[in-house]
T-cell receptor, first 112, second 118 residues
Framework: DAKTTQPPSMDCAEGRAANLPCNHS???????VYWYRQIHSQGPQYIIH???NNETNEMASLIITEDRKSSTLILPHATLRDTAVYYCIVRAINNAGNMLTFGGGTRLMVKP | GAVVSQHPSWVICKSGTSVKIECRSLDFQATTMFWYRQFPKQSLMLMAT?????????EQGVEKDKFLINHASLTLSTLTVTSAHPEDSSFYICSARDPAAGSYNEQFFGPGTRLTVL
């Protein structure tokens, strides 16, 4: 699976949009971009995933560049409860084991 | 989404004892479950892939005789840390995939079990 690069930490003001970037310049055509987050001392939580089109759900929006080499997770109105480590993961469609390889992630701190 | 539970949520044990951690898929059947370990301020590291009815597949560097995995049913996988030592103290997290949701679906993670070995 392709390697991802994320900034180690980011701050965001409560109520503002949080934009978390991820670089996956070696992504292959059959690889999806997944985002998970982990609140302190909890298991990871699925947020969203996409292949090439932008995606939106009740939690966030995922913007994938046209060349698919980078993406941005957007939390439109960050709250204090969104403080967590956010992981961007690229995984092949034909990953028979469906395992996820976690990188360092981005530690998002939402401040009042 | 699907729910995965773990039991216990935390455990403290003496060095040399064995500890069993359970991972259950509550509302779906999981043919495959995964076990991760996470040390403080580090990312999750995959330990092994647990397949129902067959032997688990361990990642390089993970001792299969120390970390016994049993996936006896479609809703339960157990991880037993045998002869635990203080260096085994960690946050153990399981995840499961719901095959009914398709090949590209997300994995569902349990809440984790914090093991402290004294």
């Amino acid at each position: 699976d392709a390697k991802t690069t994320q900034p180690p930490s980011m701050d965001c003001a409560e109520g503002r949009a949080a934009n978390l970037p991820c670089n996956h310049s070696t992504i292959s055509g059959n690889e999806y971009v997944y985002w998970y987050r982990q609140i302190h001392s909890q298991g990871p939580q699925y947020i969203i995933h996409g292949l090439k089109n932008n995606e939106t759900n009740e939690m966030a929006s995922l913007i994938i560049t046209e060349d698919r080499k980078s993406s941005t997770l957007i939390l439109p109105h960050a709250t204090l409860r969104d403080t967590a480590v956010y992981y961007c993961i690229v995984r092949a469609i034909n990953n028979a084991g469906n395992m996820l390889t976690f990188g360092g992630g981005t530690r998002l701190m939402v401040k009042p | 989404g699907a729910v995965v539970s773990q039991h216990p949520s935390w455990v403290i044990c003496k060095s040399g004892t064995s500890v069993k951690i359970e991972c259950r898929s509550l509302d779906f059947q999981a043919t495959t479950m995964f076990w991760y370990r996470q040390f403080p301020k580090q990312s999750l590291m995959l330990m092994a892939t647990s397949n129902e009815g067959s032997k688990a597949t361990y990642e390089q560097g993970v001792e299969k005789d120390k970390f016994l995995i049993n996936h006896a049913s479609l809703t339960l996988s157990t991880l037993t840390v045998t002869s635990a030592h203080p260096e085994d103290s960690s946050f153990y997290i399981c995840s499961a995939r719901d095959p009914a949701a398709g090949s590209y679906n997300e994995q569902f993670f349990g809440p984790g079990t914090r093991l402290t070995v004294l």
